[in-house]
């Protein structure tokens, strides 16, 4: 009954092998031969497990790329001062593309001529952020960020609250900020 069954199976990929090491094994070759069947087999899920290895630690570098980034750019965004806003003005700017970078530029010669008639002054940070989503060119990322504001109006200074969504892109090995909204 044995024979029957094996000659049914004779085609089966699992079948010849099991008839190749019966072979080798009259032949006195059968460890050699299942010792490199099994050296084959732990090499391939090896290289598969190493492939998944270094996906995830690439995953997680770009996942914190995309948080600091997004990070410095609310920080960018919420800390401005008056006596040196030229400076902080260009870090928003060096963090930012497209129609944020456009806009934000063009309101600057304003916004300059704003912060100083007000004296203003703004020292934010950041206390959260989170990406709602991601893939390998693009990201969004919502920021809660406070800061402390004085001002001609309020010297004593104001607390302000913000909750950002930023959306990011990845240009010339960089993360940058793309748009801008307050949300909540």
């Known amino acids: 009954m044995a024979a029957r069954r094996t000659d049914g199976m004779k085609g089966l990929p699992f079948a010849r092998a099991t008839r190749r090491l019966r072979e080798a094994a009259r032949r006195g070759r059968a460890m050699p031969a299942a010792l490199a069947v099994a050296t084959a087999v732990v090499t391939v899920v090896s290289g598969w497990l190493s492939l998944q290895v270094y996906e995830q630690r690439a995953d997680e570098q770009r996942r914190q790329d995309i948080l600091a ?3 410095q750019s609310a920080l960018n965004f919420t800390s401005l001062d008056y006596r040196h806003y030229d400076r902080d003005s260009a870090n928003v700017l060096k963090g930012a593309t497209g129609d944020f970078k ?8 304003e916004l300059t001529k704003l912060v100083a008639a007000n004296k203003s002054v703004s020292e934010g940070q950041v206390l959260e952020a989170g990406i709602t989503r ?11 960020a406070d800061s402390r504001v004085t001002n001609t ?18 240009e010339g090995g960089r993360w940058l900020t793309s748009d801008v909204e307050f949300v909540g």
Request: hydrophobic share 50%.
């Open 153 to 170: 109006a309020a010297p004593q200074g104001q607390a302000r609250n913000y909750r950002l969504q930023l959306d990011l892109v990845h």
């Open 69 to 71: 980034a997004a990070r």
């Open 102 to 109: 456009e806009q934000f530029a063009a309101q600057t010669a």
């Open 134 to 144: 991601a893939d390998e060119r693009t990201a969004r990322v919502l920021v809660v």
